[in-house]
């Protein structure tokens, strides 16, 4: 199985910046495609930014111009750039993995992080 591990969330005033970091690790299972997605308490949880291996993106409307999506060369490591902050952007924040490139055109996740805790607040 492939495990997802997050790492970077924190607390931050509004208009700061923090980078999370995800690190695939686990069964040799291809991985077509990483992201993240965040959740509220009270709201379902929704897709903030997709990256594929051949490394093209897609991002929530709320997030862009403000957040930046990467993966690294071994397409094991995805990485958020979280710029701009505002409070609304507080949640909690998923890694996600993607073992086949149709499964990332019809949101199937195959496999979730635990999340990490981004607070944006003064």
């Known amino acids: 199985q492939v495990q997802l591990v997050e790492s970077g969330g924190g607390l931050v005033q509004p208009g700061g910046s923090l980078r999370l970091s995800c690190a695939a690790s686990?069964?040799?299972?291809?991985?077509?495609?990483m992201g993240w997605y965040r959740q509220v308490p009270g709201k379902q949880r929704e897709l903030v930014a997709v990256i594929t291996r051949s490394e093209s993106t897609n991002y929530a409307d709320f997030v862009k111009g403000r957040f930046t999506i990467s993966i690294d060369n071994a397409k094991t490591t995805t990485y958020l750039q979280m710029n701009s902050l505002k409070p609304e952007d507080t949640a909690i924040y998923y890694c996600?993995?993607?073992?086949?490139?149709?499964?990332?055109?019809?949101?199937?996740?195959?496999?979730w992080g635990q999340g990490t805790q981004v607070t944006v607040s003064s």
């Open positions: 686990g069964s040799r299972v291809s991985i077509n495609a």
């Open positions: 996600t993995a993607y073992r086949l490139a149709y499964a990332v055109r019809v949101s199937k996740v195959d496999f």
